[in-house]
């Protein structure tokens, strides 16, 4: 079954050196992390964020990051070895089955599909792309939960 993913922010001095994800799903677009450091002794004021937390006006050192898939890089930090040395339960019981990863990657073709058709237009090159990476994605997440090791390259 596909695993949870897990994430790890990597530190030194106190200053974010990269943010790594495991177990990402293929089919999903990396999620956007924001960075905040509320710490602004000494920011310039082109370094400093305003913005708001409800009613209440705050500032702080702020920057958008993409995670790095650790599975991407050779040598680097394993989020799940981290949590796992930490004795965090890295147990997957929440993971889908293959049949409802299946179920949920017809329905999001299915979905696509109309969504295509509803726009009364041919589809374009890069609808038949998405659908292939819907469609690669989503078999090799169903072949991972039946326990295949083959590597696949994601």
Same mark, same amino acid.
């Given at each position: 079954?596909?695993? *949870?993913? @897990?994430?790890?922010?990597?530190?030194?001095?106190?200053?974010?050196?990269? =943010? =790594?994800?495991?177990?990402?799903?293929?089919?999903?677009?990396?999620?956007?992390?924001?960075? $905040?450091?509320?710490?602004?002794?000494?920011? &310039?004021?082109?370094?400093?964020?305003?913005? @708001?937390?409800?009613? %209440?006006? +705050?500032?702080?050192?702020?920057?958008?990051?993409?995670?790095? /898939?650790?599975? @991407? $890089?050779?040598?680097?930090? !394993?989020?799940?070895?981290?949590?796992?040395?930490?004795?965090? @339960?890295?147990? #997957?019981?929440?993971? +889908?089955?293959? /049949?409802?990863?299946?179920? !949920?990657?017809?329905?999001?073709?299915?979905?696509?599909?109309?969504?295509? *058709?509803?726009?009364?237009?041919?589809? &374009?090159?890069?609808?038949? *792309?998405?659908?292939? $990476?819907?469609?690669?994605?989503?078999?090799? #997440?169903? /072949? %991972?939960? /039946?326990?295949? &090791?083959?590597?696949?390259?994601?």
């Amino acid at each position: 079954m596909p695993r *949870n993913p @897990s994430f790890a922010v990597v530190l030194e001095g106190g200053l974010v050196q990269s =943010l =790594l994800v495991q177990d990402w799903p293929a089919q999903i677009p990396m999620p956007r992390i924001a960075v $905040v450091d509320y710490d602004t002794e000494g920011a &310039t004021d082109d370094e400093i964020t305003h913005f @708001s937390i409800g009613d %209440k006006p +705050e500032e702080a050192i702020c920057r958008g990051e993409v995670p790095v /898939l650790y599975e @991407s $890089v050779t040598d680097a930090l !394993s989020p799940r070895a981290v949590l796992t040395a930490l004795g965090e @339960s890295m147990d #997957d019981e929440d993971a +889908e089955s293959p /049949l409802t990863i299946a179920q !949920s990657v017809r329905q999001t073709i299915l979905d696509l599909d109309a969504q295509i *058709n509803a726009n009364e237009q041919a589809p &374009t090159g890069d609808d038949y *792309n998405h659908l292939y $990476v819907l469609a690669n994605c989503g078999l090799i #997440d169903v /072949l %991972k939960a /039946l326990g295949d &090791t083959t590597n696949f390259g994601d």
